[in-house]
């Protein structure tokens, strides 16, 4: 974890990453199933410095970052509330980050997060990014996740999804999403970027991704983030 250390917001644990230089502004990177976290890879942490980016990566379990409490979740707050009423203010706290300045990332679970956490509060959030992002949440109801006990069916759980959040007047103002062809979440991923061409929402989506995006993640992050700075000015 060299360059990066731990803190303890409203019960949970969260990663953080403070490169020199750094520029007014953090990415939130939610984890996916997997539990991943960016302190433990070197080439992420190489391109936050990069950019100049601080990064912000709390430890949340399965919790699929929904509106829904779940048990596995540190805090007694549905992982939604928490992102929005304790850490995106600790962050922007301990940073002085002006308004919407944290822009939304993850991967699969933590993918599908950040899309619904930025098309619910886009005037919070105006920047969000996905890696093969679980835009089917419900597909996984009835797999023996906590997702089995946060929603009463598969149907409630699809109906919570980021593509059924997208709203008809306001949207994120950038927003990036990349998944492989083949993958288990490219069904979903595809759905989201054939509704939002409908609605005439602007976004990127690189639906025939091959290897790692986070290059290609945090450099549009960047840019998007560098677009909100100026436009605040």
Known sequence: MSGWARAAVGGVEVHTFDPPGARPACV??????????PATDPAFSALLREHRLRCAAPRGGWCWWTN???AEFPSPLAPEAFIL????????????????A????GTEMG???AVRLAVRHPERFPVAASVSGAMDMHEWHGRGTPLDAMYE???????????LHVGEREWPRHLWFACGEGEFAARGNDRLHEKLNAM???????LRATGSQTASMLAFVSAALAHEARRLM
């Open 153 to 163: 069916s598969r149907e409630r759980a699809r109906l919570d999804t980021a593509v």
């Open 102 to 105: 944290v822009a939304l990332t």
């Open 28 to 37: 939130l990177y939610l984890h996916s199933l997997a539990e991943e976290s």
């Open 68 to 70: 829904r409490t779940c």
């Open 200 to 206: 005439g929402v602007p976004h990127v989506a690189e």
């Open 111 to 113: 993918g599908h997060g």
């Open 85 to 100: 009423s304790e850490l995106v203010p600790w962050l922007e706290a301990r940073y002085a980050l002006p308004a919407r």
